[in-house]
């Protein structure tokens, strides 16, 4: 089949490679599939088939093909032949690159069907999506964390040290993976679907198909929302305004925190201010401080997570900070900001 749109085949790649594996285990997971009707990828979780006339059926290793289309010149007509042994890519009279037949492959069979459990994708669940995203795991045995949970309080995510809530309505209840959470945002369907055996989520566009297998957890979920309420422990009177020069100081203090296997930071309030100081046996010591207004604080001094910290303040309007008490050993600082809570929990930390 000849080719004369190198743009429209590679952009239609792009769409597929996010199914593409990056992994060893099993090279036909590492492949374009090219059908009759278009084209996919499966990677053992997320399944995209994008729609694109092909006219032939075969499979070729996507990195090395997708690497030779973008060398060829713009606006220069290419052919692409498979048989029963080859898959040829010929540019002009000259050059042609051959791929040895991958065989013995089965790529899952994906369709929509009526029986699924449609949940709308509104503006305000896409921007939670986003948000939530930031706040997710990234060790891959801990499934746990590693996507968002959507419930009728809203959308939750942690990643062990931080706990996000986005306060939205929702009919439901789903843990979505990443991957598919990346997915919806990309695209920006209508809506989403979990199948009825519950085990995979889908949506599809005019153009594109996207099956997501569900994550085996192989844990309980946290108590997102008994771990936040047990933050609220103060009154407003005690809440701080989060102001950019806050930001920027721990940015500053952190350049003290460099080297150092645990980043901490103290906090040194008093009823008009709070000091932030680092301290590094290596470099020395750095304190910011900053007026509070007229928050009721009295004089404390709290230990907390530089970095997650300042993470906090970088997502949140006004924050409070709860310190260890009789009944909880490790202080809390929740972040507020519209309609996002955040939550930062530092279990092993000594003042």
Same mark, same amino acid.
Request: net charge negative; hydrophobic share 40%; charged share 25%.
């Given at each position: 089949?000849?080719?004369?749109?190198?743009?429209?085949?590679?952009?239609?790649?792009? !769409?597929?490679?996010?199914?593409? #594996?990056?992994?060893?285990?099993?090279?036909?997971?590492?492949?374009?599939?090219?059908?009759?009707?278009?084209?996919?990828?499966?990677? @053992? *979780?997320?399944?995209?088939?994008?729609?694109?006339?092909?006219?032939?059926?075969?499979?070729?290793?996507?990195?090395?093909?997708?690497?030779?289309?973008? *060398?060829?010149?713009?606006?220069? &007509?290419?052919?692409?032949?498979?048989?029963?042994? #080859?898959?040829?890519?010929?540019? @002009?009279?000259?050059? &042609?690159?051959?791929? /040895?037949?991958?065989?013995?492959?089965?790529?899952?069979?994906?369709?929509?069907?009526?029986?699924?459990?449609?949940? /709308?994708?509104?503006?305000?669940? !896409? @921007?939670?999506? +986003?948000?939530?995203?930031?706040?997710?795991?990234?060790?891959?045995?801990?499934?746990?964390?590693?996507?968002?949970?959507?419930?009728?309080?809203?959308?939750?995510?942690?990643?062990?040290?931080?706990?996000?809530?986005?306060?939205?309505?929702?009919?439901?209840?789903?843990?979505?993976? *990443?991957?598919?959470?990346?997915?919806?945002?990309?695209? %920006?369907?209508?809506?989403?679907?979990?199948? &009825?055996?519950?085990?995979?989520?889908?949506?599809?566009?005019?153009?594109?198909?996207?099956?997501?297998?569900?994550?085996?957890?192989?844990?309980?979920?946290?108590?997102? !929302?008994?771990?936040?309420?047990?933050? +609220?422990?103060?009154? *407003? #009177?005690?809440?701080?305004?989060?102001?950019?020069?806050?930001?920027?100081?721990?940015?500053?203090?952190?350049?003290?925190? &460099?080297?150092?296997?645990?980043?901490?930071?103290?906090? !040194?309030?008093?009823?008009?201010?709070?000091?932030?100081?680092?301290?590094?046996?290596?470099?020395?010591?750095?304190?910011?401080?900053?007026?509070?207004? +007229?928050?009721?604080?009295?004089?404390?001094?709290?230990?907390?997570?530089?970095?997650?910290? %300042?993470?906090?303040?970088?997502?949140?309007?006004?924050?409070?900070?709860?310190?260890?008490?009789?009944?909880?050993?490790?202080?809390?600082?929740?972040?507020?900001?519209?309609?996002?809570?955040?939550? %930062?929990?530092?279990?092993?930390?000594?003042?």
């Amino acid at each position: 089949m000849k080719f004369t749109d190198k743009a429209g085949l590679l952009e239609v790649l792009d !769409l597929v490679k996010p199914a593409v #594996s990056t992994r060893d285990f099993d090279s036909t997971l590492k492949c374009f599939h090219f059908t009759k009707d278009g084209i996919e990828g499966y990677n @053992g *979780e997320i399944y995209i088939k994008v729609l694109y006339t092909v006219d032939m059926d075969f499979l070729v290793p996507a990195n090395t093909f997708y690497k030779l289309i973008t *060398e060829i010149p713009d606006n220069v &007509e290419f052919e692409i032949l498979a048989d029963n042994t #080859s898959v040829k890519v010929k540019v @002009g009279k000259r050059i &042609e690159a051959k791929f /040895p037949l991958v065989a013995d492959y089965k790529f899952p069979h994906k369709e929509v069907s009526g029986g699924n459990i449609s949940f /709308p994708l509104s503006k305000e669940l !896409l @921007g939670g999506l +986003k948000v939530c995203l930031e706040f997710i795991g990234k060790d891959e045995t801990k499934p746990v964390y590693r996507g968002v949970y959507i419930n009728p309080e809203g959308l939750f995510a942690t990643d062990g040290y931080r706990i996000a809530h986005y306060n939205i309505e929702f009919s439901g209840e789903v843990f979505l993976p *990443e991957a598919f959470c990346l997915l919806l945002l990309k695209h %920006q369907p209508n809506e989403f679907f979990q199948d &009825e055996t519950k085990t995979s989520f889908l949506f599809k566009t005019p153009d594109i198909l996207v099956f997501s297998n569900k994550l085996e957890l192989g844990e309980t979920l946290p108590n997102y !929302l008994g771990v936040i309420n047990s933050a +609220k422990e103060s009154s *407003e #009177s005690r809440f701080i305004e989060v102001k950019g020069d806050m930001v920027d100081a721990c940015k500053r203090v952190s350049i003290f925190a &460099e080297g150092l296997l645990d980043k901490y930071c103290g906090l !040194l309030f008093d009823e008009k201010s709070v000091t932030i100081t680092v301290k590094n046996s290596n470099i020395g010591e750095i304190t910011e401080k900053f007026g509070i207004g +007229k928050q009721k604080y009295n004089k404390e001094t709290v230990t907390v997570d530089l970095l997650l910290f %300042q993470s906090i303040l970088e997502h949140s309007k006004i924050f409070e900070l709860s310190p260890k008490s009789e009944a909880r050993e490790f202080p809390v600082i929740l972040g507020i900001n519209n309609n996002l809570e955040i939550v %930062q929990i530092t279990l092993n930390m000594e003042e």
